[in-house]
């Protein structure tokens, strides 16, 4: 049987440039869709698939994201003095129990694969999840938890894809589709932001990964790649050689919450979705004359 994940990495060290002036002094992790900040939504999503420890990989002008994680005794004392105990359960809700939080931090921004190698010591000799927070899945269950139901068949490595135009595959970490079913397929080849002829097919990789330990050798030698950083899909490409890597065409919606567009229509989408405000939205919407101005 496949030893069980239980730590997720999640690198929240990047810089956000595409989401300039917001994210000068804030990191982009924390931006909120509708309410809730997307390093959250992704915290969310790992506990869902029973995640018990949570690794971050921060850098400068990130501390707000360990507070965010942290007890808030003035805030708790305010909201139950105010009766506001709604409120209060869910902030309580929200946070994982002492001791499974950890914090450490890639000090150059060198890479998607420089970050994940950062987490060696803290994840040890264990499988482990990796999620990258500007990407927000909608989906029932959640990615990483689809992936987990794939990972318990098959073990070895999972990533989960999609398909992508042609024209945005050069954005992107590409794979090759081997046999099986979009639940489970072997992935025979994959490349990191390829050209668009050179692609090996539309499914790109997503942003969630379950990976064996083995890659933290591979990453701590791995030459730069595109853009000139280490790159996670060049290790991985290595360890295909020795280990099995399954892909996941996972069932949901995908939101790119690093880039604008992305994160507006992830506003509308989880708003329409939210009971307690699809009704009021909706109302201010319609009064917009959207015809109008489309
Ligand atoms: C990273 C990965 C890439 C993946 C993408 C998903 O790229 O290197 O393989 O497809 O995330 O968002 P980045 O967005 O950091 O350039």
């Not at 909120?32 to 971050?56: C, K, N, S």
């Not at 060696?120 to 689809?146: N, T, W, Y």
């Not at 499914?203 to 280490?230: C, D, H, T």
């Not at 991985?236 to 069932?251: C, E, S």
Request: net charge negative; with cysteine; proline share 5%.
């Amino acid at each position: 049987m496949s030893k069980r994940v239980r730590t997720a990495v999640f690198p929240v060290a990047g810089l956000g440039t595409r989401f300039l002036p917001a994210t000068k002094a804030m990191p982009k992790e924390m931006l909120t869709v509708v309410d809730r900040p997307l390093i959250q939504y992704a915290v969310d999503e790992a506990r869902e698939a029973g995640i018990e420890h949570f690794v971050f990989v921060t850098g400068r002008n990130k501390g707000v994201i360990e507070d965010h994680f942290d007890r808030q005794f003035e805030l708790e004392t305010t909201l139950e003095m105010r009766g506001k105990t709604a409120a209060l359960r869910e902030l309580q809700q929200d946070l994982p129990s002492a001791g499974r939080t950890s914090f450490t931090r890639q000090q150059e921004p060198l890479g998607l694969g420089h970050a994940v190698w950062c987490a060696r010591h803290i994840v040890g000799d264990s499988p482990f999840a990796l999620l990258l927070p500007d990407m927000l899945f909608k989906g029932e269950p959640g990615v990483l938890k689809q992936m987990i139901e794939a990972y318990e068949e098959t073990g070895g490595n999972v990533i989960a894809v999609e398909e992508v135009p042609e024209s945005d595959v050069s954005s992107y970490g590409v794979v090759a589709r081997g046999d099986g079913p979009d639940t489970g397929f072997s992935i025979t080849g994959m490349v990191e932001k390829p050209k668009r002829e050179d692609a090996p097919s539309n499914l790109i990789i997503s942003g969630r990964y379950i990976l064996q330990p083995e890659i933290f050798a591979l990453l701590a030698n791995q030459p730069r790649g595109a853009g000139g950083e280490i790159q996670l899909t060049d290790a991985m490409q290595t360890l295909m050689t020795q280990q099995a890597f399954t892909g996941v065409k996972y069932r949901g919606q995908s939101f790119d919450c690093g880039a604008k567009i992305g994160f507006l229509t992830a506003n509308v989408v989880y708003a329409l979705d939210r009971d307690d405000i699809r009704d009021g939205f909706l109302k201010e919407l319609r009064k917009l004359d959207l015809e109008d101005r489309l």
